[in-house]
Every structure is written in structure tokens, then in C-alpha cells.
């Protein structure tokens, strides 16, 4: 291998520096104030170390699995980001042609700037993701949409009762002045935000897990859990997921490392739910440790929203080249499958983390 998947891997955020507005790049790379979580995310992931197997046949590594009952190719998908259309004019229709290629699954944001239709359309396995506001009732027509377009499951967000404060560069716009609100939100009905209750929810509980799965029918995944007592209480109340995340380190900052709270996560729920974890996972080799470390399937933000500058073939290159890196860190550390990751980490790793 020559390593020019690793150099382009690597090289997303500068080519987007040269073709995206100034605003809208620091908005994707940015964190919540001081960016210490952001900054620590993909560290963590480095630090792992592993013990590699030997003298097990690695000719056949086979990464799909079933992810809420559908198969998957590989595991991992494509965490819900807002601004695709910033991005790219085609947007979400542009990441759901190049998920669809791929065989994976694409979370789509609620912020989304294209309907679930046009999504939907692509043939793309998609998954709707929700901010409950304070008056639930007032979600259920973008709920009944989103089911009505095939949505395979819903990702409800728990770590956002406000937005965390994120600082634009002095002198540089701020990017909602900058952004088409056309390319914001189209699936929500017009004039939602100015109704009484159309704020984000204080009071999210585990029931809200219940409501969901009633009004939609679809698995409901508990996205932004970082302690295992609350991974169990969203599991006792029916999440058929639990996803370890810090948002990308864009709602607590200083909150910690994903790397460093999936273990113990993925102990305390064990086989009653599936557990996923996004957060500055950029290279196969962190895949290898997430996977090693209990996560059954790994999603991204940043990394294909970047790769998005260049469209559909943009997504697709991304997914290629950490497909290359992932089968290459399966084999040399002896794995077929991410059954066979399991343990994998070095024993005082496994306690420090
Ligand atoms: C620009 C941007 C927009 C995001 N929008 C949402 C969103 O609408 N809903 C949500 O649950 N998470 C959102 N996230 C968080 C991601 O889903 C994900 O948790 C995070 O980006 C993972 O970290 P990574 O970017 O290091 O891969 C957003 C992240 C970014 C970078």
C-alpha cells in the first residue's frame, strides 16, 4: 500500500478549506467553546493499543452485519450533520447516492435541507434523526414524514437540552447569516419554530424512548450516552440502540473522550442492545479499536461532510480508501470479522481507558 488512502484521508479539512466559505468550514470543524473535547477526540482513539492475533487465516475478512435487522456491508455509517447543501448544492441526495453504493446507512438530520422524499428516492437505507421540542405533539408531522418516506429507524439526540456555545473567528461571519435558510430544515412545516413549545425539550426522560417507538413503529436509537447507568436506562426502556458520543464535542466541552466511555458502555449493556460510537474516528485503524473496544457499528460526521465538497464521488472515494485501511487492520491483527476484534486490546489499555 502506498499510504495515498492515509494522505487523503488526512487531507479533507485543507482541500474543503479551498472550495468551502470560510463560515461554513470553521462551523464543521469547530467544537462547543474552547474545542478540548474535539481536539481529544481522535487521540483517544490513538492510544489504544492492540494485540494482534496470529496464525489465523485472514483471506476472507467479511465487516457486515446486521444493524437493527437490515445487513449492512460494512460497520459503519454516516452520523446526521447539518449544512450538506452548504456543502454541496445536491446535499443529502449527493451522500445518500454514494451511502447507497456503499451498502451502509445514512442518518439524516432533522436540520436536514432536503426532503425525506428526494432521500428516499436515492434507494439509500436511511435512519431519521430528532431533537424533541418541549410540546412533543408538535414533532409528530415530521415523525409521520419521515415514516411515511421509509425511514428505518429513529435516532433521538439526548445531549442537546440547549445548543453549546460555539465561537465564530472575530471578524469572519457568523455562519447562519451566511447560509440560504431555504437550505435549512425543509421538513418541518413552515412557521414551526415561532410556535409556543417548538424549543428544544429540558425534560427529556426515558419515556420519550417509548413515545417514539409508539408513534413511529421503528426501532429508536438513544444517541449522545456517555455513562453506562444511563445506556441501561434507555435500554430498560426499549432502545433497540444506545450510541456513545459527545456530539462531536460540540454541545459539552471538556466532556469525555467517546474512546474512554465506550468500554463500559458496551459491558453494561452487553447483547440487549446494539452500541454504535461516533467521535473523531478517522482512520481504519480507529475503526479496529472501536470495534475492539465493544462498538458494534462506528458512525462519522465530519469526515464524509468533507469529503462531500466533491459530491456523491467525493463520499464514495472516502469510503473506499477507509474500507482499504479497515481490511488491511483486520488482517494484521489477525481478525475475519468484528467478532474476532473483540479483546483485542492490550489488557492495561483496556483498564486505563
Ligand atoms: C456540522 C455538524 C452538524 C451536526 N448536526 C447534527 C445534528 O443535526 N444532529 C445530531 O444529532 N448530531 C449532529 N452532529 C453531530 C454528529 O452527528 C456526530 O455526533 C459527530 O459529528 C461525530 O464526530 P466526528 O465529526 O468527529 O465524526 C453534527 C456534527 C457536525 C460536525
Known sequence: MSGADARWLDSLEERARGVLPAPVLEYLVQGARDSVSTGEATAAWRSVRFRPRVLHDVTHVDLSLD?????????????????????????????????????????????????????????????LQVYLPADRTLAEPLLERAVAAGAGAVVLTVDTPVVGTKYATPGTDVVWDTVDPALLR?????????????????????????????RTGLPVVVK???????????????????WVSNHGGRQLDRAASTASCLPSVAAAVGDRAQVYVDGGVRSGLDVLAALALGADAVFFGRSPLLALVDGAPGVTRWHGALLAQTVEALRLAGCRTAADTRGLTAVSQANRL
Do not use: C
Open 186 to 214: 425543509v421538513n418541518f412545516d413552515p412557521g414551526y419554530d415561532a410556535q409556543p413549545g417548538a424549543e428544544k425539550a429540558l425534560d427529556l426522560g426515558p419515556h420519550d424512548i417509548g413515545w417514539l417507538a409508539d
Open 224 to 242: 449522545g450516552v456517555l455513562r453506562s447507568e444511563d445506556a441501561l436506562r434507555a435500554v430498560q426502556a426499549g432502545a433497540a440502540a444506545v
Open 67 to 127: 444493524l437493527l435487522g437490515r445487513t449492512v456491508e460494512v460497520p459503519w455509517g454516516i452520523a446526521p450533520t447539518t449544512l450538506q447543501r452548504a456543502v454541496h448544492p445536491d446535499g443529502e441526495v449527493a451522500m445518500a447516492r454514494a451511502v447507497a453504493d456503499a451498502g451502509t446507512v445514512m442518518v439524516v438530520s432533522s436540520n436536514a435541507g432536503t426532503p425525506f422524499s428526494e432521500i428516499a428516492e436515492t434507494g439509500a437505507h436511511w435512519w
